[in-house]
């Protein structure tokens, strides 16, 4: 008898509202969408996402938006040219500190890298993303999105009209 499927979906919505920062920055999820099984755990609090040994398949999306509190309520103020960017996920070690502002500072061929998303922009476009892993020992992998070294009124996540239901990340896990 095969064992029961384990796979999880977890979400970055908007709570609040957070600006990019220079190079690669971190997402932090902030909601379960759904979490079979005890493989897959994510840490709300560092976007930390923790797989027990094992192959699994991923896919999501990340995005981010221009934003200045001077736009019409509830709308996204697009931008030509927009600034482009992209995620990607890897594998993180804490034992090899990676400056996230320095965007050649782990190249997309480091082995840690495991997927790297699609071109986007800052218009709400998002980068998708889909993958595969596996890993003979406990893992953390992390997520993370760039709009280049000068991000000027770029959000990776926009709180208006007090709703908090923008999603602006999700990944979805699949152990195989």
Known sequence: MSSP???AVFTELSPDT????????RRVFTDTDINQGSAIQCDFATGIVTLA?????FSGH???AYFTKDAPPETI???LPASAGYCRLRSFDPDRPVDPA???GLPNEDPSVICVGSPSTANLVP???EGFYETDKPAQLILEHQSGSNPQQIYLRVFVE??????FARISIRRL
């Open 53 to 57: 040994p094992g192959a699994y398949h």
């Open 127 to 129: 980068s998708l993303f």
């Open 102 to 104: 320095n965007l050649r």
């Open 5 to 7: 499927a384990e796979y």
């Open 18 to 25: 957070k600006p990019a920062t220079p190079g690669f920055n």
């Open 62 to 64: 990340s995005m981010v």
């Open 162 to 167: 007090n709703s908090k239901w923008h999603a």
């Open 77 to 79: 103020v697009t931008r």
